[in-house]
């Protein structure tokens, strides 16, 4: 899947994790995030608890990470999280 430019209104800078319940990799995502940033430096954001930002940045599968810079742009990169880390 192609990594995507996207603008966001209401997600402040940061990294996000996007993630469902029901989701056969997201665990996996999640572990590689909290080895290589800490639990502290992502926000995870889940498709049961809220679908808004899923819609509003356009997340059509998950795991997705999206990296959000001080002007409210960012770049969204589906699947396994190793091409957003990658650009940290």
Not at 36 to 42: C, I, V
Not at 57 to 63: E, H, I, N, Q, S
């Amino acid at each position: 899947m192609p990594i995507r430019n996207v603008s966001s209104a209401d997600l402040g800078p940061g990294i996000y994790f996007f993630s469902s319940a029901t989701c056969p990799t997201c665990a996996r995502a999640r572990d590689k995030l909290d080895q290589t940033l800490g639990e502290e430096a992502y926000i995870e954001l889940r498709w049961e608890e809220e679908p808004g930002p899923f819609a509003e940045v356009g997340v059509d599968a998950v795991p997705a990470v999206l990296i959000v810079g001080a002007s409210g742009e960012g770049r969204l990169f589906p699947g396994q999280p190793e091409r957003a880390l990658s650009e940290l």
